[in-house]
């Protein structure tokens, strides 16, 4: 059986997949996401990064059907840009499955370059490189015209309710700490007692 702690944790990931920043609805148009960007984050690749992390979860719970291509490589000094497939508005019935072409899985090797647009798509491109996750962010709604998820009420509540436990948790270790230091520090006093001659740790206690 797993423990309070356990289920917690996974009710706080699960809660904040649902709302906060990243969380929004695409339009149908977006057909597919790129991100390009180094493993580590010196260099500039920092908020390429973080976005990855913390807002791109996110959008993905929100749009399971948009396929997320993320492409990542050593080569520090390089560009980072997210770039954003859109389904262009003349396309037609007759052309639309060349859409529908395989992608590339995302790659921690530089193997998961951009692909070309298709004949019916057309692409917007974010430069990443130095900037904030959360201006990449506002740049990636504003291109996208996304529409962002508020919380709803029980969300709100039962975040409330997992920080009021989470506090007590933080309590209840405190508490647990001072106890076992506290034992320590007597057993530590006995066994300095008994070494000087005096009670040993049976008979004092």
């Known amino acids: 059986m797993r423990s309070l702690g356990e289920r917690l944790n996974n009710l706080r990931r699960l809660i904040?997949?649902?709302?906060?920043?990243?969380?929004?609805?695409?339009?149908?148009?977006?057909t597919k996401i790129h991100m390009d960007f180094a493993r580590k984050i010196n260099g500039g690749h920092m908020g390429a990064k973080k976005f990855w992390r913390d807002?791109?979860?996110?959008?993905?719970?929100?749009?399971?059907?948009?396929?997320?291509?993320i492409n990542r490589?050593?080569?520090?000094?390089?560009?980072s840009f997210m770039t954003i497939y859109f389904r262009s508005a003349v396309a037609d019935s007759a052309a639309a499955p060349a859409e529908l072409s395989v992608m590339p899985e995302s790659s921690y090797n530089n193997l998961a370059k951009a692909p070309p647009p298709g004949p019916n798509e057309r692409v917007v491109r974010i430069d990443m490189k130095n900037k904030n996750s959360s201006v990449i962010l506002n740049e990636f709604i504003a291109a996208t015209q996304a529409v962002v998820l508020q919380p709803a009420d029980e969300d709100v509540a039962e975040l409330d309710s997992l920080e009021t436990l989470r506090r007590k948790a933080i309590a209840d270790r405190e508490r647990v700490r001072a106890t076992r230091a506290e034992?320590?520090?007597e057993e530590e006093m006995l066994i300095r007692a008994?070494?000087?001659?005096?009670?040993?740790?049976?008979e004092a206690t």
């Open 16 to 30: 904040s997949l649902r709302c906060g920043p990243g969380a929004a609805v695409l339009p149908a148009e977006v």
């Open 194 to 202: 008994r070494a000087a001659g005096g009670a040993t740790v049976e």
């Open 73 to 79: 490589h050593w080569n520090q000094e390089s560009d």
């Open 183 to 185: 034992k320590k520090r």
């Open 55 to 69: 807002n791109l979860p996110k959008l993905k719970f929100h749009n399971p059907a948009v396929p997320m291509i």
